[in-house]
């Protein structure tokens, strides 16, 4: 069943879905000198957790 983009919770705040362009977007606007790529690697690198894809992307120069 496909998520409800309506219905937030607690989850919807500490995760990041890889496969959702607009959640890329949203946590590339919180770092506007990463690009979309850089972005997705992060996803990719430091898995699904909010926090630890800004950890990361703080990390990564």
Do not use: C, H, W
Not at 4 to 15: A, E, L, S, V
Not at 26 to 55: C, H, N, W
Request: charged share 35%.
């Amino acid at each position: 069943m496909p998520d409800d983009k309506n219905i937030t919770g607690r989850q919807d705040d500490i995760r990041v879905d890889g496969n959702d362009s607009i959640e890329a977007e949203y946590l590339q606007s919180q770092f506007p000198g990463k690009t979309q790529e850089q972005i997705m690697e992060a996803i990719k690198a430091a898995g699904p957790v909010r926090a630890d894809i800004i950890e990361y992307l703080q990390r990564v120069k």
